[in-house]
């Protein structure tokens, strides 16, 4: 399953999310630049347990080395598809964590849980002597905190079944329990020396993110955040909005809503707009005028339902003007 968008709006840019994921783009090009001494590199700045387990291995690192992989093994990745595909999900479900918990808060918020994945994995593989490396711990902590928050919320998954491609709109809390019913039987029927995907460190992640989730909830909000999160709250819709139009009886034709910002509508703007069609979705770009009014309504001519007659009725969009 591939998530493609969810159907959260996050209120606030989310600039610590973005930074994490330029710190992540940044060390694989230092990874890449390494040439020859590019697995000398990730056996220092990747997670290793056997450097903890084994005093032989232990004494080749310096404190500074054993101590700050924890920190670097959570920015490098074993390729560009490993990094793009941890990146996709950090940028699909991270931006509505962050702008929950606040931007300060949630970069704490990561660290905890890559930390923690990385401490699941030391533990479960504590004789390993192949490096773990990834965003993946970090970012399932991300999951775990977004499963607690939006179990509603619908994430558009690509779904490949043998040669084709299918997209459904699944519920945030199927898609993510599915994914961690993955990760567990994975985790389950792997070797505690085995190489390749470290599952205990996705399950460890996830598990600590709504821990550490509960806790950051507890906590009293203060004014810094308040602060921050005005000067950083988004000024416009989404480029890309979902409608659900309802019909009536018979009528053919269908009624749904648009919503825009009050900037948005004194200039107007240029949305992509995805129509439900079962499971599929049928794009097209709308125009929203300059001047337009809340209540006004956009007509979208032969977008309705076909009627007995073989007539196809319109689509309203009635305009939303949020603050």
Known sequence: MIPIRDTIRAETYPIVNSLIIALNVLFFFVELSQGQRLNEFIY???????????????????????????LTFMFLH???????????????????????????????FYLLCGLASGVSHLVINWHSKIPTIGASGAIAGVM???FILYPRAKVLTLVPIFFFFHFF???????????????????????????????????????????????????????????MRDLTRKRTTPRLQVIRPAGFGADPDLHGVISITEREALFGARKLVNIPAG??????????????????????????????????????LKVQIRD
Request: glycine share 14%.
């Open 44 to 70: 220092i700045y990747g997670l290793v347990p056997a450097r903890y387990a084994i005093p032989q291995i232990s004494a080749y690192f310096t404190t500074g080395q054993q101590v700050i992989s924890f």
């Open 78 to 108: 074993g390729g560009f598809l490993h990094l793009l595909g941890n990146m996709w999900s950090l940028y699909i479900f991270g931006d509505n964590v962050e702008d929950r918990l606040g931007h300060l808060r949630y970069l704490v």
């Open 144 to 146: 775990g905190a977004y």
């Open 169 to 227: 709109e699944l519920p945030a809390f199927l898609f993510l329990g599915i994914w961690f019913l993955f990760q567990f039987l994975s985790a389950a029927g792997a070797s505690a020396q085995a190489g390749g995907i470290a599952w205990w460190a996705h399950i460890g992640g996830f598990v600590f993110g709504i821990v550490f989730l509960k806790l950051f909830q507890m906590l009293p909000e203060s004014g810094v955040r308040r602060k």
């Open 279 to 316: 499971f599929r979705k049928r794009p097209f770009f709308l125009t929203i005028p300059p001047g337009i009014s809340e209540g006004s309504r956009l007509r979208l001519k032969g977008l309705g339902r076909q009627s007995a007659e073989g007539m196809r009725g319109d689509l309203y």
